[in-house]
């Protein structure tokens, strides 16, 4: 070992005496060290040496992602290992580039702490295998398990979101970079040599997706999820009723999704496993294939190709699977080779195209509208002959024509009409019923099959009775109520389904945004040229593609404008609702659409990796998502059924016994014009049975929860599911980070006091960033900048007093002046922080900043809640230290140091300027990054959680009345539920709940007005520029006739001279109105 190596090794000790540290090394060699497992560092042979440190603040896999990529971006870092359960990270480095120190430095950077003196650790020489690493694992979830052995370095936080949480990534948020290395986390042991692998005795778990068909109310809900919850190797299972899909964990050694998908059918249900669609496979229709050699031949090309992975392909499906490397190659070259060897290939039948339909409820409402029309046609003259025609002469002899055997012609009749509806149309629901009480549950289509078979029975017996007796008694029958109730229930289902499926239009909106097609340029591969254009389906756009946009195109996926110019309105997307410039350099989001300019632009990400379609996929997580207070619904709804089958039969044998008891003359009028006592008390049976409805309780939160999360999708909000809704309602205190989220987050000079020759080079960054900062050297002189205290801090302090961080300079250990930096407010901080309190929430600011900046940023946005001088983790106490108070906290904030007080926090809510991490640890994405929104979220929130328990109120405010009422309650007073009325008062309770819910679509975002004078003229100059004509001359009115207060009247009336005073807008272009507008308000 040279002396340079040396020199390095005892600077990494602390040590002065070079034999001193081969003792120790020897001592560590022979097992006398006493160094904790928590602060062990090795040292290898060649140069390599490994550390394990604590980290504190790690709360999901987005903050293992994010050390690991600092890390490894790191010089000399040669690989790291994060352990998110051991609260801590491996690493194994160069000792001559990088230390310990240098490493707990870019772990602090990046937001958390390390609680460890990285000075005080000595190396420990171990052999060189007793570090090793697994491979990396592309998928998070394959992140090694260790045993619940806490570090004692680790810090105790609130599980945020898991690795399944989707982030909605815009061209305009800053990506994590990617490194070829994936987090895997690291044991404790590894002095003893354990691989940092996964142990082989944890069990491996899998997820899925199963689409379940067929399910009507909570019942169905409960009825599915109490039925599995036993079945050996189910982990979770989690069912949502609207979305019609279940997500179930499981063990795949003894359960697969195939298997779970069957006991599902079992129960009553169609269900089938939803394949998971991988981002790099892709699935052809191959036409024109005739024999296996064609088969070998397509299979042996597509082999050849760079980047493909795996290729299979079926003569008789006439289709091939293709698995390939997305850095590679894409899914437009491998369509092309194929079409090159003389085939026929498309794209398989998008599942976004299957989703859509489920979505909208189109197979449903086709087959609800079938049932209705066949039922219809037979309940109809069912309807005349058993209600109409008996109250006529004519139509009442017609009816008792005598068939002989006691029968007559309309019994008869009503029969024949009755069989198709009760087993044809009420096959689906006996059917179902049967499976579910085969499993010892109960829906709702046991209570429809129950009701409709008891009519239908027992009329069915009384006319065989009226046969066999030889008196032949007058049978006893009332067909019309089985094939009414039928009908009825069927048109319930088919109103519920379309209404259903308009509670899924913002989303089905949102997957509609992708263009079908898009121009590309074909360019040469040797010059790279343009040749031609050419038009594709938007599935084949591939990274680095160019694309022509022209006037009113939509933009097919997330890329850089390359040139060019225009505006493109991001209104269904981000909710903005002005357009955009775009010009070289810009980027665009896919979905969007654009203005009246023409650009080229490259494709940056496609397929699942654009902004729409992760935001897609939040709002579909937060739409299958359960909210709390759903799970009383689930409960009630698990009981209900039996009870109200309870309930019928009580009601029957109370009436029986009471029929029985009593003398005629008392009995209540029903008893009199019924053909008998047992056929009036089965009607109240009846009735007590179709009246029940669970479906409208099961239905008052996952319609409210999918309206409302769609329509906040539409306005730049996005809701991470119904927990997020429930916990919104309820908040009393919001906290915000200071830099980027109540600032804008970027550093502007805003004073200087410096000797030559840096003035110059301070003047070019006033009117900039801070990056002219980097530029602050000449002559070759060693320049230090930094906050030093021992200079000039009484200078320091003056500046800080007007928010501003003061920035010492001294060239060669001499003191040459200062540079004063300030980041601006938000212009919508203040009104976003009074708004919030005029809704009774109090606002705080926590900041790692110095108290007296903090404190000048503060009262301009109108907080008195100060925290200054905060860490990450003392954020994450603070939110802690508010909740012990009684608080319900929202943390709003956008960095990677927020996300643990994010994940604290009781509603998480992240601005979409920020990082990927903060908005994954988030509830809430507020995708404008306007603070104004942060209001808007906490009101919809409210608006849907008032709806939701207004729905619940509906619901089980029907079914108190309507149960005791056709219990016959009401009968002393003449007042009874006939049957065919009950059916269709319980067909429309859950269309009523449905179409409560849809009312959320009305709901706009509360307005945010600063009533000073300044505001109001800017304002009007914005209307004018967009040449609002009818709104400007309506504000102007109100301002001239005293609707607004004083100051803003003021302001109209000055802005209504652009007018000339007239009560009307002149005509004429936009440039003309603004050239007025300037030359008034200016």
């Known amino acids: 070992m040279d002396a340079e190596d040396r020199q390095h090794l005892l600077l990494f000790d602390g040590s002065d005496d070079w034999d001193e540290f081969e003792q120790r090394v020897d001592a560590s ?12 560092q090795t040292f290898q ?7 394990v440190l604590p980290v504190e603040g790690m709360t999901c896999m987005s903050c293992v992602n994010a050390i690991t990529k600092v890390l490894t971006a790191t010089s000399g870092v040669q690989s790291v290992e994060v352990s998110l359960g051991q609260k801590q990270a491996a690493v194994e480095y160069d000792p001559s580039l990088i230390g310990p120190d240098q490493i707990k430095e870019a772990i602090e950077d990046c937001g958390f702490d390390v609680p460890l003196d990285t000075h005080t650790l000595a190396p420990v020489p171990v052999p060189a295998p007793a570090l090793s690493f697994s491979s990396p694992s592309p998928s998070s979830e394959s992140v090694s398990r260790f045993p619940a052995t806490p570090s004692p370095h680790a810090a105790r936080f609130p599980a945020g979101p898991g690795p399944s949480s989707r982030l909605p990534a815009t061209p305009n948020t800053p990506l994590p970079r990617s490194h070829s290395t994936t987090a895997v986390a690291a044991s404790p042991a590894t002095r003893a040599g ?8 944890s069990s491996l778990t899998k997820t899925a997706q199963i689409s379940i068909k067929g399910m009507t109310c909570a019942s169905c809900v409960a009825s599915i999820e109490n039925s599995l919850k036993d079945v050996p190797g189910l982990v979770s299972i989690k069912v949502a009723l609207l979305a019609e899909r279940a997500t179930v964990e499981f063990d795949e050694t003894l359960l697969s999704a195939s298997d779970i998908a069957a006991r599902i059918d079992d129960i009553g249900f169609d269900a089938a496993p939803i394949l998971e669609k991988r981002e790099d496979t892709v699935d052809l229709q191959v036409f024109g294939m005739t024999c296996a050699s064609c088969v070998n031949s397509i299979e042996k090309e597509l082999r050849n190709m760079p980047g493909i992975l795996a290729v299979s392909v079926s003569l008789t499906l006439q289709a091939a699977k293709v698995e390939f490397d997305s850095q590679v190659t894409g899914v437009r070259a491998i369509v092309e080779r194929v079409e090159d060897m003389g085939f026929n290939a498309l794209l398989a039948q998008r599942s976004q195209n299957a989703q859509l339909e489920s979505l909208g409820r189109t197979q449903e409402i086709a087959e609800w509208r079938q049932a209705l029309i066949f039922s219809f046609c037979f309940a109809f003259p069912v309807f005349i002959l058993s209600m109409i025609m008996p109250m006529c002469g004519w139509g009442r002899d017609f009816y008792n024509v005598d068939l002989g055997l006691g029968l007559v012609l309309g019994d008869v009749l009503t029969c024949i009409l009755t069989i198709p509806v009760q087993f044809g149309v009420g096959k689906r629901f006996m059917v179902s019923a049967y499976k579910s009480l085969k499993h010892g549950v109960a829906t709702m289509d046991v209570l ?17 009775y009226t046969v066999l007796d030889p008196n032949h008694p007058k049978a006893s029958v009332f067909f019309d109520t089985s094939c009414m109730l039928i009908t009825f229930v069927t048109f319930g289902r088919y109103l519920e389904n379309m209404a259903k499926g ?14 079908p097609t898009c121009t590309i340029y074909e360019l040469d591969p040797t010059t790279g040229e343009r040749r031609g254009e050419k038009q594709i389906p938007t599935e084949l756009i591939q990274r680095g593609d160019l694309i022509k946009i022209v006037p009113g195109d939509k933009i097919p996926t997330d890329g850089t404008v390359i040139n060019g110019e225009s505006t493109v309105d991001e209104s269904m997307v981000t909710g903005e609702a002005e357009p955009i410039i775009k010009r070289a350099g810009s980027s665009v989001i896919g979905g969007t659409v654009n203005g009246l300019g023409t650009f080229d632009m490259e494709a940056v990400r496609v397929g699942s990796e654009t902004a729409l379609s992760q935001i897609v996929q939040l709002v579909e997580d937060a739409q299958t998502s359960k909210a709390p207070i759903q799970a009383y619904a689930d409960t009630i709804a698990g009981y209900f059924v039996p009870t109200v089958i309870g309930m019928a039969v009580l009601t029957f044998v109370f009436w029986m016994i009471f029929s029985h008891t009593v003398i005629a003359e008392k009995l209540p009028g029903m008893f009199m014009m019924e053909p008998s006592k047992f056929v009036a008390c089965l009607k109240l049976c009846i009735s007590v049975i179709v009246v029940a409805c669970p479906c409208a309780l099961g239905l008052s939160t996952p319609t409210a929860v999918m309206v409302g999360t769609g329509v906040g999708a539409q306005h730049g909000i996005l809701i991470k599911g119904g927990g997020a809704l429930e916990a919104a309602h309820t908040i009393t205190k919001v906290v915000f980070d200071k830099t980027g989220t109540l600032t804008v987050g970027k550093l502007l000079v805003a004073h200087w006091n410096l000797t030559r020759p840096c003035d110059s080079a301070a003047t070019a960054g006033s009117s900039s960033s801070s990056s002219a900062l980097d530029s602050l050297t000449e002559n070759e002189l060693s320049t230090i900048v930094g906050a030093a205290e021992s200079i000039l801090a009484s200078e320091q302090q003056a500046q800080e007093r007007f928010g501003r961080t003061t920035v010492l300079v001294a060239l060669n250990d001499i003191f040459v002046g200062f540079i004063s930096l300030s980041d601006k407010i938000k212009p919508e901080a203040a009104l976003t922080v009074a708004a919030l309190q005029q809704m009774g929430i109090q606002v705080a600011m926590v900041t790692g900043d110095q108290p007296l900046v903090a404190q000048v940023i503060a009262s301009e946005c109108g907080i008195h809640d100060v925290y200054a001088g905060v860490s990450p983790t003392g954020k994450t106490q603070i939110v802690s230290t508010l909740q012990s108070q009684g608080h319900r906290v929202a943390m709003v904030g956008d960095g990677i140091n927020d996300s643990p007080a994010l994940a604290q926090s009781d509603l998480g809510i992240a601005l979409v300027s920020g990082t990927d991490i903060a908005m994954e640890a988030a509830d809430m994405v507020l995708m404008r990054g306007d603070l104004t929104d942060v209001i808007g979220a906490i009101d919809l929130c409210r608006t849907i959680f008032r709806r939701i328990r207004y729905n619940f109120a509906w619901a089980c405010v029907y079914n108190i009345l309507g149960v005791p009422i056709a219990m016959g309650f ?21 269309v009523s709940v ?11 975002k509360p307005m945010v007005d600063d009533p000073s004078e300044k505001a109001i003229e800017e304002r009007v100059r914005q209307e004018l520029r967009s040449n609002k004509a009818a709104l400007i001359r309506e504000h102007w009115r109100r301002g001239l006739g005293g609707d607004l207060n004083s100051t803003a009247a003021g302001a109209l009336a000055k802005a209504s001279n652009i007018f000339g005073g007239q009560g009307y807008m002149p005509v004429g272009s936009e440039d003309d109105i603004e050239e007025a507008e300037m030359q008034r308000l200016n």
Do not use: E, N
């Open 29 to 40: 060699l022979t097992g006398t060290s006493s160094q904790s497992p928590a602060q062990a």
């Open 45 to 51: 042979p060649g140069g390599v040496s490994s550390v």
């Open 194 to 201: 354990q691989s940092f692998s996964s142990p082989s005795s």
């Open 448 to 464: 429809v099959s129950l009701g409709t078979l008891s009519a239908f029975s027992f009329s069915s017996f009384s006319m065989i």
């Open 502 to 515: 308009q509670t899924s239009v913002a989303l089905s909106k949102l997957m509609r945004l992708t263009p």
């Open 970 to 990: 009401f009968l002393p007073w003449g007042y009874h539920l006939h049957p065919m009325l009950a059916g269709l008062m319980m067909a429309f309770s859950s």
């Open 994 to 1004: 449905v179409c409560s819910s849809l009312l959320l679509k009305q709901w706009k």
